[in-house]
């Protein structure tokens, strides 16, 4: 009988959640997909959807059971070109979330990653340092696809051994840069999902 009645309440609380979850990446898909002045598209592949040419935010991805700068409450750090203007040899940073400021706006452009705040410009990877560099067909700027619709590592193509991360638990103005995928796991800051 006790047993009966705590899997109706978990019933009722999956429920619950199950409807939070559905209502929430309602409004968030509002967000991740602004109308703009040129035409967005989603290819599809076989493995995921591929972003194209359709605004984001990059956020270090978050789960319960993290705990960041002595704090286990849901975090929402993402990827910030430093200069006002993302002008080109821009350091790349994490800052709190805000999904209106173009500094922290970015769209998958044939495997290159294009910032919102200065069209012209794409994360490159320049040893360790990722900086905004004039977008080119340099390899140096290649990123491995970006899956909507889970969290990914975000790498060079064909190697798995690097991810963008930051130091340690993320804080205010931490430089991203290219480390050790099993380094960043350690400090739960080797994923990023669009957001």
């Keep these: 009988m006790i047993l009966t009645r705590a899997t109706k309440l978990l019933t009722a609380q999956l429920h619950v959640l199950c409807l939070l979850i559905v209502s929430q990446l309602a409004r968030s898909t509002q967000d991740i997909f602004p109308k703009e002045d040129f035409q967005q598209e989603i290819q599809h592949s076989s493995t995921h959807r591929q972003l194209n040419k359709i ?5 270090l991805y978050w789960e319960r059971g993290y705990r960041w700068q002595e704090s286990s409450s849901e975090s929402f750090w993402c990827m910030t070109c430093v200069s006002h203007t993302c002008e080109e040899n821009s350091s790349i940073e994490v800052k709190w979330c805000d999904r209106n400021s173009s500094r922290q706006q970015w769209y998958f452009d044939r495997n290159k990653i294009r910032s919102r705040g200065n069209k012209s410009m794409c994360l490159q990877r320049m040893g360790r340092s990722i900086k905004l560099r004039r977008c080119s067909n340099s390899k140096y700027q290649r990123w491995s696809e970006l899956p909507k619709d889970r969290p990914f590592e975000l790498q060079i193509p064909g190697a798995s051994d690097k991810c963008a991360t930051q130091h340690h638990h993320p804080k205010d103005n931490e430089e991203v840069y290219m480390e050790s995928c099993k ?7 080797d994923k990023w999902v669009v957001y």
């Design 183 to 189: 380094l960043a796991v350690i400090s739960d800051t």
């Design 55 to 59: 605004y984001f935010n990059l956020r």
